[in-house]
């Protein structure tokens, strides 16, 4: 079990560059089919500094992306093998382009130890808060994981 006294913990700051191929990969997989997202040109054609990010950049360097913080939660007890996506949400600050730097930190916010019927399990909220170079608040990413019983 997870010790309550990680409620509140915080875990980073972890730092990522925002690439223009991973901002072209992330709009095709979620059909974004608008030229700024794709060419430099067309994006800066719109009055745009670069290619803008989709929405669900923040997962790209979110819990699932990011080896150190997979590594933190292990040593909490919340390794990657017992753990399984419960929900998701992000709420927007300020916009994020290709050439951005990400500056991130997640604190956890919440832990709840629950009973099924396989035996007990945790859930465990984390916000993960994105800044990007010039200290502005840009995404916050809110993230449950369940974590199954060892």
């Known amino acids: 079990m997870i010790s309550a006294d990680t409620l509140g913990r915080s875990f980073g700051p972890y730092t990522y560059t925002v690439e223009r191929e991973r901002v072209r990969l992330l709009a095709a997989a979620v059909g974004e089919l608008a030229p700024a997202y794709h060419d430099l040109a067309a ?10 990010a989709p929405p669900t950049l923040a997962t790209c360097y979110g819990l699932w992306a990011n080896p150190a913080l997979l590594a933190d939660l292990a040593a909490l007890g919340a390794p990657l093998p017992r753990l399984l ?31 099924g019927q396989s035996g007990p399990f945790e859930l465990l909220t984390l ?24």
Do not use: C, M, W
């Open 43 to 52: 994006a800066r054609a719109a009055g745009l500094p670069d290619l803008p």
């Open 85 to 115: 996506h419960g929900e998701q949400s992000y709420s927007y600050h300020a916009p994020v382009f290709a050439g951005d730097t990400l500056r991130s930190t997640t604190t956890v916010v919440g832990l709840e130890q629950k009973r």
């Open 127 to 150: 916000e993960t808060r994105l800044h990007n170079q010039r200290g502005e608040l840009a995404i916050v990413d809110r993230l449950v994981v369940v974590v199954r019983g060892g």
